[in-house]
């Protein structure tokens, strides 16, 4: 299976770090953001990833190169000028192929273990969700008892950026820009949609001041 890491944002709110340096480089615990996931998805048997790119995409590309360091193949989907997450899924798609492939946001940290996502399942979208974080108190979607996902209940947690995806769902869209959440609530009234709770570590690195706090929680373990 293949993995996709999303790293074509602009990090504006992680300004002035990201004035120079993509956000997914910015380091915690010694280390970039986006080579835990590299590192994590490689180790939960992950063949190959696809990284797409837009600000600062020749520093990230630069710096990671074709992952021969980290003992897993990197495919580049530069983008220029952002497309959001399912545009730049659709641009990628040549790349992912056809088979369901793995999305993780490159701007998140978490301990969550990505092996159990590489099973198959029978829905086109499988979600991880967490406990709602401070910034973000009203949370996402619902999980019902049995694993489904709906748009219209409570209560709701927040969509953790990682996610296990059929590349049909995208392949309808017109080039260009274009926002994943229509996609997965259309999924959700069709009952295609299904997920879980991880209730371990996650973090979303949205500001300076949480990049520091995972900072000094990782330098400390």
Excluded: C
Excluded at 45 to 73: C, E, H, M, Q, T
């Amino acid at each position: 299976m293949k993995a996709m890491i999303l790293a074509a944002g602009y990090g504006t709110r992680m300004r002035p770090l990201t004035d120079h340096t993509p956000k997914p480089l910015l380091k915690a615990g010694g280390k970039a953001l986006i080579e835990y996931h590299i590192e994590k998805l490689r180790d939960a048997g992950i063949d190959s990833l696809v990284i797409n790119s837009g600000w600062l995409g020749d520093k990230l590309a630069d710096a990671l190169g074709d992952g021969s360091r980290y003992g897993i193949p990197i495919a580049w989907s530069h983008e220029g000028t952002p497309l959001e997450t399912a545009g730049g899924i659709k641009r990628a798609l040549p790349l992912l192929g056809d088979e369901p492939f793995l999305l993780v946001n490159g701007d998140i940290w978490t301990d969550f273990d990505f092996q159990p996502l590489l099973a198959e399942r029978p829905d086109p979208v499988h979600l991880l969700l967490v406990d709602n974080p401070e910034h973000h108190p009203t949370g996402d979607f619902h999980l019902t008892e049995g694993g489904r996902l709906r748009d219209n209940a409570e209560p709701r947690h927040t969509y953790a950026g990682i996610g296990r995806f059929d590349p049909a769902l995208f392949a309808a869209l017109p080039e260009g820009e274009a926002k994943l959440a229509p996609l997965l609530r259309a999924a959700m009234a069709e009952d295609t949609a299904s997920g879980e709770h991880h209730q371990g570590q996650w973090w979303d690195i949205g500001t300076p001041e949480r990049l520091d706090e995972l900072d000094r929680l990782l330098t400390q373990r």
